[in-house]
């Protein structure tokens, strides 16, 4: 704070007026996602959801093995469920831990003294890293994995897989990035603009479509593409546990757990888990619910392969 009261009396009157205006602006923007956090992330789901649905339409990758109603009633029937039980409530949770840890000058961002954008992309990155660790423990772990199979159960792969959570996974998550949040003092717009962001990628990454092969390959450098992550929804466990992702790509590759292509192809992979295959518990609400309690899981650990008969 001296340092900056120091500089802006050395600096000319334009000099410090513009640096005063940028900050202003900053601010005016920061209050802005702040205050309409909720309204930011609705029109950015419907609007995302709406182009992914008119993509997946126009150039779609893969022929489905269901229809879009018969899958989608099931996937919109968990996603309003969610929203109604916890999406609508929680993300507030989110923003006020957020809003209360920086009040406080709690997290180690604090201890860092950055300026307020190194701050809010250091974040987003962080809760970006944090969410990777997240998705490879809910795989590792037995009794968390048979929650994340209800995403993992989807026969086929469209923008509606992005969004099916089993409630329990979705209140895990939230409490995961409490903790993250809470440990770092990620500011407010941070959250706001990591969770439309995940909202968005997740949407985007699960996508029934079709990008030309040079722009995947470049994409991929920067953002989970839709052929990326399609490598993770594989039946082959090997290529399940690989591309756990969802927003920059940097940390498979860093991690080990990178894997470019399926071995079968795109359109000829098949989609979903070997256990779990009859349209009744994969796409229909009280079979998708029930999923986690069907069957066992512990011999499914990253590296183990046990496949007992299909429900
Ligand atoms: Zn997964």
Redesign the pocket.
Known sequence: MQCFCNDAIAAPAYHRDASALRMTLALILAAFIAGHAIAIRLGSFLGIFALMALWEALSPRRHRSMTRRARWTGNLGLVIMNSLLLRLILPAAAVGAAAFATAHGWGLLALAHLSAGATVVIAVVALDLTIYFQ?VM??AVPILWRL?RV??ADLDLDVTTGLRFHPFEILLSLLIKLAAIVLLGAPVVSVVIFEVLLNATSMFNHGNVRLPAAADRLLRWLIVTPDMHRV?HSIEEDETNSN?GFNLPWWDRLFGTYRPQPRAGHEAMTLGIRTFRRPRVCAWLPGMLAIPFIGGAAGYTINRRSWGPPA
């Open positions: 998705h809910l795989h994340h995403h993992h993770h756990f």
